[in-house]
């Protein structure tokens, strides 16, 4: 969404098309209920364009910290074939199928992520000159209802402005805001001038926030 802003802002007649995408149903280890039940397969996508108006992105703060990529990463094994392929189909089998497997430590992820978007979401609020009770509407990167509820908390703002959809479809990574955003502006959550807060979080560790006027 920062990317896409800023070349709205030097062209404003162009139109970029920003798409969060994830399959992770082929990156969890079936195995393993720490991070198998959490994850869903999903995209969504929005259009970003110029403006006159004092609207879409007010300002950012984007993070991150290689050092703690151990607590959330993907494992990559040697090549091997995937069970229930009809490999005579795929030019390139061996190439395929990597046996690659999402790595979490939940309870360090849940203790950063909490803590990390809560510093970042405070640090906007001061730099912008604004309060929680501005906000009409934080909606956040789905990971779980634990770490909204605790983010809420921490930045004293009730649940009900904190948008949610992990009940429908799990922990999407990057598909989960935008397809967020897309159901709260079909729900008529979305009111033109509201001001939004976007917060995500992901393996690396990175993270960020975004003031966004609707």
Not at 69 to 76: E, F, R, T, Y
Not at 177 to 183: F, G, H, K, Q
Request: negative net charge; glycine residues 10%; hydrophobic residues 40%.
């Amino acid at each position: 969404m920062e990317i896409a802003d800023r070349y709205v802002k030097n062209a404003p007649e162009i139109k970029v098309l920003v798409i969060g995408a994830e399959t992770l149903s082929a990156r969890v280890n079936w195995q393993d209920r720490n991070t198998c039940v959490l994850f869903g397969d999903g995209a969504g996508a929005c259009i970003v364009t110029g403006s006159e108006a004092e609207d879409g992105l007010l300002a950012s703060q984007l993070y991150s910290d290689g050092g703690l990529w151990q607590l959330l990463s993907l494992d990559v094994h040697p090549r091997r074939y995937c069970p229930g392929i009809d490999y005579g189909t795929i030019p390139d089998r061996d190439s395929f199928c990597d046996g690659s497997a999402i790595n979490m430590v939940g309870k360090d992820v849940f203790k950063y992520a909490v803590r990390e978007m809560g510093n970042a979401v405070e640090k906007l609020f001061v730099k912008e000159g604004i309060t929680v009770d501005d906000i009409d509407l934080l909606i956040p990167h789905q990971a779980n209802i634990r770490i909204l509820k605790s983010l809420a908390e921490r930045l004293n703002l009730s649940f009900e402005k904190v948008y949610t959809t992990i009940q429908k479809y799990g922990n999407s990574s990057a598909a989960s805001l935008p397809i967020a955003l897309d159901e709260a502006n079909r729900e008529g959550r979305l009111q033109k001038g509201d001001l939004l807060l976007f917060s995500v979080f992901g393996g690396g560790f990175t993270w960020g926030v975004v003031l966004w006027r609707w």
